[in-house]
């Protein structure tokens, strides 16, 4: 009966919203997600930012709302309109200058070619829900965003969650839009296993003619976890052929059973022709893997798992990218392989206490002799002992 009526009261608030004013759209909007909880499990849930929890840097002062991350909570101040406003949320940097500047230091060897991001906005939102849509307002300059994270944590819980995690939902390379004109920005974001209200957005910049400026975040969701889609659970009888299986030229399970048996295996334990290469010439050819690429070659054999634990291979260590996953067990690892360590990147790691105070400073007692240059930037770790550290190493 609650059920019946709520869905009576959810449509009576449609049926005014399409006949009333701009005005009381808004208000019939704010009614119907203040009511949220009244509703179906099944109906979709419609939410501005709360509260803006985290950002890397923004253009306005921090005693100013003008051009702050701030600006991104609540509903649309600027949207529709397009042009340079005060009150929309606006980054630090824009364009390449800041890649051709005299002063820029060398890039990270290793770095991984997939990581793009620049800055992030982290915004919490009231209710967590699995997402369907995510409509990002862009007021000028759009193009911009080029990741959005869901993680699994509720910000506003009175009960700190046993495990925090990230989930790319949707991720793309930097773009240079033609028009510097407003648009809501909705990419195709990927189903997740959770219900969600702390997103992640991350931007990168580097090809827009000017500052790119963001008006409102919307999260679109339901409460009870929807079904797989059709085109992802569908499934093609033809891969269920015998005849797929069995082989027509005879290899079956038997076959394969005997190219798995002991004496194959032994045949197969040699290192082919890398016991035949110089120590140095190895050494060259997988500096270009990137890190997790590093580390999961180290599992194929001993001689490669030699190779990639050289610590030489560790002289530049960027672990920014691996922000989301990066915590004192994942240093505790690195640890054996950081010892000529002479450029660490711990920028964006730390968040929400996944490194702490002791891993840092473990870290760094092992590093710290050969250091030269340190990267920290929005460490969420840091706090007066760190700097103790750093200042005794």
Same mark, same amino acid.
């Given at each position: 009966m609650l059920t $019946?009526?709520?869905?009576?009261?959810y449509i009576c608030l449609r049926r005014r919203a399409r006949l009333a004013s701009r005005g009381d759209m808004i208000n019939s909007r704010r009614a119907i997600e203040t009511n949220s909880r009244a509703l179906p499990m099944c109906v979709e849930a419609v939410q501005y930012a709360k509260e803006v929890l985290d950002f890397s840097? #923004?253009?306005?002062?921090?005693?100013?709302?003008?051009?702050?991350?701030?600006?991104?909570?609540?509903?649309?101040?600027?949207?529709?309109?397009?042009?340079?406003?005060?009150?929309?949320? $606006?980054? &630090?940097?824009?364009?390449? =200058?800041?890649?051709?500047? @005299?002063?820029?230091?060398?890039?990270?060897? &290793?770095t991984s070619p997939s990581f793009f991001s620049r800055d992030y906005v982290e915004l919490a939102f009231e209710e967590p829900v699995y997402p369907t849509a995510v409509h990002i307002l862009e007021t000028y300059h759009p193009g911009s965003v080029v990741k959005i994270l869901a993680c699994s944590?509720?910000?506003?819980?009175?009960?700190?969650?046993?495990? $925090?995690? =990230?989930?790319?939902? =949707?991720s793309g390379e930097p773009t240079c839009v033609n028009s510097p004109q407003a648009r809501q920005f909705t990419p195709c974001i990927k189903e997740i296993d959770f219900p969600t209200n702390l997103l992640r957005l991350e931007t990168n910049s580097t090809l827009l003619e000017y500052y790119t400026e963001l008006d409102a975040v919307e999260l679109h969701g339901v409460k009870e976890k929807p079904m797989l889609s059709l085109k992802t659970g569908k499934i093609d009888m033809n891969d269920l052929d015998d005849d797929e299986y069995e082989g027509k030229d005879g290899c079956g399970i038997d076959c394969l059973s005997n190219q798995f048996s002991s004496s194959s295996l032994r045949? =197969?334990?040699?290192?082919?022709?890398?016991?035949?290469?110089p120590y140095e010439l190895i050494q060259l050819i997988i500096s #270009?893997? @990137?890190?997790?690429?590093? %580390?999961? *070659? @180290?599992?194929? %054999?001993?001689?490669?798992?030699?190779? %990639?634990?050289?610590?030489?291979?560790?002289?530049?260590?960027?672990?920014?990218?691996?922000?989301?996953?990066?915590?004192?067990?994942?240093l505790e690892y690195l640890l054996p392989r950081c010892t000529l360590v002479q450029w660490l990147n711990l920028s964006w790691t730390g968040n929400r206490g996944f490194i702490t105070t002791s891993g840092f400073s473990r870290l760094l007692?092992? %590093?710290?002799?050969? *250091?030269?240059?340190?990267?920290? @930037?929005?460490? #969420?770790?840091?706090?007066?002992?760190? *700097?103790? $550290?750093?200042?005794?190493?």
């Open positions: $019946v009526l709520s869905m009576f009261y840097s #923004h253009y306005g002062s921090e005693n100013s709302m003008s051009y702050t991350m701030w600006n991104l909570a609540g509903a649309p101040n600027v949207y529709p309109s397009s042009g340079d406003f005060t009150q929309t949320a $606006v980054f &630090r940097t824009y364009g390449k =200058w800041w890649d051709q500047c @005299a002063s820029l230091p060398p890039s990270f060897k &290793r944590a509720n910000p506003y819980s009175q009960t700190a969650p046993t495990e $925090v995690r =990230w989930e790319t939902i =949707w045949e =197969w334990t040699n290192n082919g022709y890398f016991d035949k290469l #270009h893997l @990137a890190l997790p690429d590093l %580390c999961r *070659l @180290a599992q194929t %054999c001993k001689l490669l798992y030699q190779h %990639c634990c050289d610590p030489l291979q560790y002289t530049h260590l960027s672990l920014q990218p691996y922000w989301a996953s990066l915590n004192d067990a994942s007692n092992v %590093c710290g002799l050969e *250091l030269v240059r340190l990267e920290l @930037a929005c460490g #969420h770790f840091l706090n007066e002992a760190c *700097l103790e $550290v750093i200042a005794e190493m």
